[in-house]
């Protein structure tokens, strides 16, 4: 496998992290640095990991796993998704915003997001191709374009306020239809 070929890979594995990186930040979720480090880094270790675990399992457990792989990441990123749009219809202008990067949250979307990288590395044991380089590739992407959709979207969120926590709660239950329909 070239490397133009994993770059490629790597950027279309990264676009939901990225997407979510983008909503999360838009709606305020991410303004430190802090918090947009974790989000990237998150994103950025489990699409690293992932497809470890997909390569590692080979055929026979990811065959059990795929069936309803689209399911899960559909609910993780349906539940997260509601929560945002439910919090940005009643906004209420004390309230501290929750940092999606900590906690089960950061858990739900990094598997979420993530779940697709675990097919790609049962399909790099398959063509039996060497996980390492291409998981690390991977990971930095992930990392590289989700820290981009979050400065992107903090901008955003300065613009357009909280109707931007509504967009994001949408693009988040949107990802999850996508995944669960087209994938």
């Given at each position: 496998m070239s490397i133009i070929e994993i770059i490629l890979i790597a950027a279309g594995l990264a676009m939901d992290a990225s997407a979510v990186s983008l909503?999360?930040?838009a709606a305020g979720y991410a303004k430190d640095g802090r918090a947009a480090f974790r989000l990237a880094f998150?994103?950025?270790?489990f699409q690293f990991l992932m497809p470890v675990?997909?390569?590692?399992?080979?055929?026979?457990?990811?065959?059990?796993?795929?069936?309803?792989?689209n399911w899960i990441a559909f609910g993780l990123l349906s539940f997260v998704g509601f929560k945002m749009i439910r919090e940005g219809m009643n906004p209420t202008p004390d309230k501290q915003k929750k940092d999606p990067s900590r906690g089960m949250t950061m858990v739900m979307l990094s598997v979420a997001t993530s779940i697709d990288a675990l097919a790609v590395g049962l399909s790099f044991a398959v063509l039996n191709t060497n996980i390492w380089v291409p998981s690390v590739m991977i990971g930095i992407i992930t990392v590289l374009l989700s820290y981009l959709a979050i400065q992107i979207g903090n901008r955003l969120g300065v613009l357009l306020g909280s109707r931007m926590e509504v967009a994001g709660g949408l693009v988040l239950f949107g990802i999850g239809v996508k995944i669960l329909f087209f994938n």
């Open positions: 909503s999360a930040a998150h994103f950025g270790l675990i997909g390569w590692m399992g080979g055929i026979h457990f990811v065959s059990y796993f795929s069936s309803i792989d």
